[in-house]
């Protein structure tokens, strides 16, 4: 990155040789002698800094020689009362952790990679190669970084893994809710850490909620209902519901919006898939765990 003409380091990897990072035994060690913390501060560029691949330090040793990759997807949806999606978007990103020795040469395959299509790579990821052959060919850094974030949109498709349905009623300065969970489509997978957030009306002064399941709660201040179920239960009947208290001659304007989080591990909304990484350069051989 230049700056007003100046290059500036933006890679962990070469920050983290620069400056060290702060750790209980230096802080002993400049509490004894009384060293300032700019002793941290390296006077000379890292050896790596200085050639074709910046973002990697030299001489990387390990004794076992490994890496990660997790794929990562958040799935953004809005749906209407009647459950017809209106917009959905997927955006993703591949956070990887890097312990190998050397100057690897990675090849990262997909199954389906013409999903990707709104794409940013880390600066290791040799774009042509990608641009002709839809391969991921790295020479990864050292340590954890994101490979590349995407996103992918107008997938009206998504097989969401839950229903919401919500029920509210409003009049004279009092109303009532009701708000059923369950599962939809789930593909065999477990949804984790469910929430529901409700932002009531500004002219709501107080809300008394309760449910079969999980535990739901209501902050005055901010006149939010929060609902959090935890693992969704197949077997057990989930909902909430509760009596609205309201300013006198007030009502509100339209009925609240629902926003759902959740989780669910082993699973790429999109179908994005990893194929086979390959490595070169190194003798080490990969197997997959």
């Known amino acids: 990155m230049l700056d007003n003409g100046y290059p500036l380091a933006t890679e962990s990897n070469v920050l983290k040789e620069l400056i060290k990072p702060p750790s209980l035994v230096r802080s002993v060690v400049h509490t004894i002698t009384g060293e300032s913390k700019l002793a941290n501060v390296s006077s000379t560029l890292p050896t790596g800094q200085l050639s074709n691949v910046p973002w990697r330090r030299t001489g990387v040793k390990y004794a076992n020689n490994e890496i990660f990759l997790d794929l990562i997807e958040e799935l953004d949806v809005i749906i209407d009362k009647s459950g017809t999606t209106i917009v959905a978007e997927v955006q993703g990103k591949i956070q990887a952790n890097s312990r190998l020795s050397g100057m690897p040469d990675l090849t990262l395959s997909f199954m389906n990679p013409r999903l990707l299509d709104d794409v940013s790579f880390h600066p290791c990821v040799r774009y042509k190669r990608w641009e002709s052959e839809r391969v991921l060919s790295f020479i990864p850094p050292d340590g954890p970084f994101r490979l590349l974030s995407y996103q992918i949109s107008s997938q009206s498709n998504v097989a969401l893994p839950l229903y919401v349905t919500p029920q509210f009623s409003f009049s004279g300065g009092s109303g009532k809710f009701e708000v059923k969970v369950g599962p939809k489509q789930t593909m065999g997978k477990v949804v984790e850490d469910v929430k529901l957030v409700v932002p009531m009306p500004s002219c709501v002064t107080n809300v008394n909620p ?42 509100p304007e339209s009925n609240p919006t629902i926003m759902v989080e959740f989780k669910i591990s082993q699973l790429a909304v999109s179908g994005l898939k990893v194929s086979r990484l390959d490595i070169y350069g190194e003798k080490f051989k990969p197997f997959k765990e």
């Open 210 to 251: 309760t449910s079969t399941y999980g535990m739901p709660s209501y902050d005055p201040v901010s006149r939010t209902v929060t609902w959090n179920i935890g693992k969704l239960q197949t077997q057990k009947y989930m909902s909430m519901n509760g009596s609205v208290t309201m300013t006198s001659g007030e009502a």
